[in-house]
């Protein structure tokens, strides 16, 4: 198998291998390109029968598309990432040359992307009506109803329907979910919150399962948030890929690795805005008590593998309304959301709280709630 490419970026500078999902070409990676070649040369590839890849009708898996990518590849050591099927395509790799990947980055994808039924009829309906036929679901499910598009749209109209009903057919047999833990690169997992095409639980088992893994999640983006929300994605990937290698070292992290690790799931649970407006009020005074719950709390705490963020957000959610931390609360509903709960979800975490932490509790709780959501409502308009 013979994959189209292409190579950008300083012909010195480390290599970084980039895959698209299924539908699309090597262009999806465009918003991020001008960032990413200033520091690394960039291998982007189409999937058969997309781009300028020749039509494979049948007959191949995620494995064997995993040894195609490697065969461009010339640089014992690389990153590689992608999106969705890409990203399925990316985690093969890491499995299966682990020696090789020094950073793995996992985009809106999944170890296992649902049951084979669905994906086995998305296949023989293309085979019998063409990729037109997907249009109206697929845009649905790329991006959030507000968003346009339609350029990527648009790379659906060349795509071989038989390839692109073999790649289902690879999708419906892939399953990664038991190797992840193999996987010793050091891994970025980026979530679309409005994603139904590969939901926050998956991307969760993703980052619980792969050692180290951090995982963020954009708001208010959908199945390709690279394309819906380029800033962000850009800004993790990069900071990502220019982060130094801890995972090749030895011995347990330091507590500088610890703080570090611990601030970037801040960051994810709670925002960059908000983050940013503690470490500006920071003083001498709160600094070391600063540094201490950056560390215990958000990373020996909330990185600990047994729990999945949405559990620990509805966990802290009940802990607040019971000890009355109300300004804590504000904060915690927002991060509920940017962890995957729904409103409704936050709903029946607080009607709990009545019957276990007390009635004015919950009653001041849903208050706060309130406010909080009716703020977020006027910050997106």
């Known amino acids: 198998m013979k994959l189209h490419h292409r190579i950008d970026g300083p ?21 991020q390109l001008p960032t990413l070649t200033d520091s690394w040369r960039v291998l982007r590839y189409d999937l058969p029968g997309h781009g300028g890849s ?9 494995d064997d598309l995993a040894r195609a990518v ?13 999106i969705s099927l ?24 999944s170890a296992k992307f649902g049951e084979p039924g669905p994906w086995l009829g998305r296949a023989a309906l293309v085979r019998g009506k063409g990729v037109a036929a997907l249009v109206p679901t697929l845009k649905a499910r790329w ?6 598009g339609q350029w990527v749209m648009d790379m659906l109209a060349e795509v071989d329907a038989k390839s692109y009903a073999a790649c289902c057919e690879a999708i419906a047999a892939f399953d990664l979910t038991r190797r992840l833990g193999e996987i010793t690169a050091p891994t970025l997992v980026v979530a679309g919150s409005e994603d139904p095409a590969t939901p926050l639980d998956q991307a969760l088992t993703l980052a619980n399962n792969i050692p180290g893994a951090f995982l963020t999640v954009v708001p208010r983006a959908s199945h390709l948030a690279n394309v819906e929300r380029p800033d962000a994605v850009t800004t993790a990937i990069a900071g990502h890929l220019l982060s130094d290698d801890t995972s090749e070292g030895s011995g347990a992290p330091n507590a500088d690795e610890r703080l570090a690790a611990g601030m970037r799931t801040r960051r994810e649970v709670l925002g960059d805005a908000h983050v940013d407006r503690a470490v500006a009020a920071t003083t001498d005074l709160t600094r070391d008590f600063q540094e201490f719950i950056t560390r215990y709390a958000w990373d020996e705490i909330w990185n600990r593998p047994g729990l999945d963020r ?5 966990i802290t959610l009940t802990a607040l309304v019971a000890g ?15 962890n995957g709960l729904t409103r409704d ?15 004015p509790a919950a009653n001041a709780a849903f208050a706060v709630a309130r406010r909080t959501l009716a703020d977020i409502d006027a910050e997106g308009r």
């Open 310 to 314: 949405r559990t620990r957000s509805c």
């Open 54 to 62: 020749a039509p494979a009708a049948a007959g191949f898996t995620i």
């Open 324 to 338: 009355g931390h109300l300004e804590e609360l504000a904060m915690h509903v927002r991060a509920a959301l940017r």
């Open 86 to 109: 890409g990203g399925a395509i990316a985690t093969t790799i890491a499995t299966r040359a682990r020696h090789r990947v020094r950073k793995l980055v996992l985009c809106c994808t």
């Open 11 to 31: 012909a010195d500078a480390p290599l970084l291998v980039l895959g698209p999902s299924l539908g699309t070409t090597m262009e999806i990676w465009q918003p």
């Open 70 to 82: 490697l065969d461009l590849v010339e640089t014992e050591r690389f990153a590689v990432g992608g």
């Open 345 to 359: 979800e936050i709903k029946e975490v607080l009607l709990q709280t009545a019957v276990y932490c007390g009635v």
């Open 143 to 148: 991006f959030t109803p507000d968003f346009d």
